[in-house]
């Protein structure tokens, strides 16, 4: 899920970039704010993104295995 979920999120952050160079020009046509789409950028950033969740999801995920069940619902 969190694969998809950055993978998605990249496809979509590099779809918007491409609209926005398209949709803001100067008065003379070229890009407002010219924007390097590079598809190591992109891989670079799904890839930290997943490692990012799964840290997030590993470390509470790890603590409460370590809970008694009958102690964490008593208390």
């Known amino acids: 899920m969190g694969l998809g979920g950055s993978l998605l ?27 390097a789409l590079d598809a190591e950028l992109f891989v670079t950033t799904a890839l930290l993104a997943t490692a990012v969740g799964v840290l997030a999801a590993w470390l509470p995920a790890r603590r409460a295995a370590r809970l008694d069940p009958v102690e964490a619902i008593r208390g």
């Not at 496809?11 to 020009?25: D, N, P, Y």
């Open 9 to 35: 999120g990249a496809g979509l952050g590099g779809a918007l970039a491409a609209v926005f160079t398209r949709i803001a020009r100067n008065a003379d046509g070229s890009p407002l704010y010219p924007v």
